[in-house]
């Protein structure tokens, strides 16, 4: 799977925890889940959850504490799908 | 000169209507909200009845954000911030704020979470799958979930409090909204109840055998305050909501108002002298009733209306006793007495808020709603009050001062004077 592909993907698990739709359309790797999508913090942890069942993947807890922007969201996804 | 207190909103999710218009129009009319539930049967409830709201959660997507949507499942939570954004709306205000209000708190109380909501929670903690649980489950199973949402939607910024005294939380959360108002801490309290009677609170009442068995074939007959064939109560869900204010903040801003509330108590009879867990102490209720008079300045011939807890037990009877004593009248001089129970079931922790929203329309639309099913009077009761004023049809009449009151596990007792606003 590719980055694009992940980030693709990666918009369809952050959705429903942004009420911001027009940002979550145009977002890129730089893109802050917090301060760009205004994702409530504790929704972070939903956004773990969700992406764990969509890739079918796990991601302990010291690792999930660096998807902060989309990119580390993506390096952490391909990471654990190799 | 203390604070006066005047409701400006309303907002109901009741089981025979939600929003003012239909549930008005359902009291005025007699109408019942009690429906046979199969589910019951399937689980040999003994009493297979419900007075469940015709709630569509998708409506609750006018309310929130979708993001807030996505992951509330606790039906209190749907029904309490329904009640409540329609009051606040009601009350001529919009949702959107940027700034807390720091004018404005909230008292919202309720029994417990969503039961049947939780096992999902229950479920995967036992498969070893807590860490799948997310974010979204603490803030709905803490007592404080209705009262966090509703005060989160509208940002309020004065005193945020659940308040939780069984059957008498809703008219005690109307009480201590009024009480703050009154006592110059807060402008404007948004106050009220939200109850779910999920099927395992539910099966836990139906073996307590205090709900009704006998009439599972003829739901809206189930319900029979003070009647002979009273046999036990209707578990309810709903939700009503009040905004009351004091009464020079919302003539500033040229609020409608519908009533005043004068004042009222919350007590408790110590389950001592006859009072324990499930049963009131007579002494404890009649004090209730008095300081509530004496609070409010009023005497009590003044009273028109008694919206009574009367749940259809026979604790009935009782209930009627301590009235008459409390108030001194009993024959044809007893006040108008009316139990919406005998509509909509028993609400539990939100039959206090229900009934203080029928109370405060029976005041403004000046008219006395019908007692259903009390076609077999109580000899007991009528050996006490009048027949005559246990309305069966709607009277129109001049309603000028209610007390409403509510008796809830615990021994706790609360009693509020509403009146028209003159």
């Known amino acids: 799977m590719t980055r694009q592909e992940i980030l693709t993907e990666l918009k369809k698990v952050i959705a429903p925890y942004t009420t911001n739709k027009e940002m979550l359309a145009n977002i890129n790797e730089d893109t802050d889940l917090i301060r760009d999508l205004k994702i409530n913090s504790a929704n972070l942890v939903d956004i773990i959850i969700d992406a764990e069942a969509q890739y079918n993947i796990e991601i302990d807890y010291d690792v999930a504490d660096k998807m902060m922007n989309v990119g580390t969201c993506i390096d952490v996804i391909s990471e654990r799908l190799k | 000169m203390s604070n ?23 009291i005025q009319s007699g ?10 049967q399937e689980l040999n409830f003994s009493c297979q009845l419900a007075g469940m709201p015709n709630f569509k959660w998708d409506s609750l997507s006018n309310y929130i954000s979708d993001v807030t949507m996505h992951g509330l499942k606790g039906t209190n939570i749907g029904y309490g911030l329904v009640a409540a954004l329609d009051a606040w709306a009601d009350s001529g205000m919009g949702y959107d704020t940027d700034e807390p209000r720091w004018e404005t708190g909230c008292v919202f109380g309720n029994s417990i979470a969503d039961t049947e909501a939780m096992k999902n929670v229950i479920i995967r903690v036992d498969n070893k799958e807590a860490k799948k649980l997310g974010s979204r489950v603490v803030e709905q199973a803490m007592n404080s979930g209705v009262t966090s949402y509703i005060s989160g939607r509208l940002g309020f910024g004065n005193k945020v409090l659940t308040n939780s005294a069984a059957c008498a939380t809703g008219t005690q959360a109307v009480l201590m909204g009024y009480e703050y108002i009154k006592h110059g801490y807060a402008k404007r309290m948004l106050v009220g109840s939200a109850e779910h009677v999920d099927t395992y609170v539910y099966g836990a009442f139906d073996s307590m055998r205090v709900l009704s068995r006998k009439f599972n074939d003829q739901p809206e007959k189930a319900s029979r305050p003070m009647s002979a064939t009273a046999g036990g109560f209707i578990p309810g869900s709903g939700a009503g909501a009040l905004v009351l204010e004091d009464l020079d903040f919302a003539l500033e801003r040229k609020a409608k108002i519908y009533a005043e509330v004068l004042g009222g108590s919350t007590n408790s009879g110590g389950q001592r002298l006859g009072g324990t867990m499930t049963a009131a102490n007579s002494t404890g209720v009649i004090r209730c009733i008095n300081e509530s008079l004496v609070s409010s300045g009023i005497s009590a011939e003044q009273i028109d209306l008694i919206s009574g807890h009367l749940t259809a037990t026979n604790a009935d009877k009782q209930e009627i006793q ?14 108008m007495v009316n139990s919406l129970k005998s509509m909509i079931g028993h609400c539990l922790s939100a039959a206090g808020s229900i009934e203080t929203v029928a109370s405060v329309l029976q005041i403004v ?23 005559n004023s246990i309305p069966v049809a709607m009277i129109k009449k001049e309603v000028n001062i209610v007390a409403k009151a509510n008796f809830g596990f615990g021994d706790v007792n609360s009693c509020l004077i509403l009146s028209k606003f003159n």
């Open chain 2, 4 to 26: 006066r207190v005047v409701v400006t909103g309303m907002g109901v999710v009741s089981p025979n209507g939600i929003g003012l218009p239909a549930f008005l129009d359902a």
């Open chain 2, 31 to 40: 109408r019942s909200g009690i429906k046979f539930m199969p589910r019951y």
């Open chain 2, 322 to 335: 301590n009235w008459s004593k409390a108030l001194n009248r009993k024959g044809t001089n007893f006040p």
């Open chain 2, 365 to 387: 639309h000046q008219f006395v709603h019908p007692n259903l099913n009390f076609d077999d009077p109580n000899p007991e009761i009528t050996d006490i009050i009048s027949v």
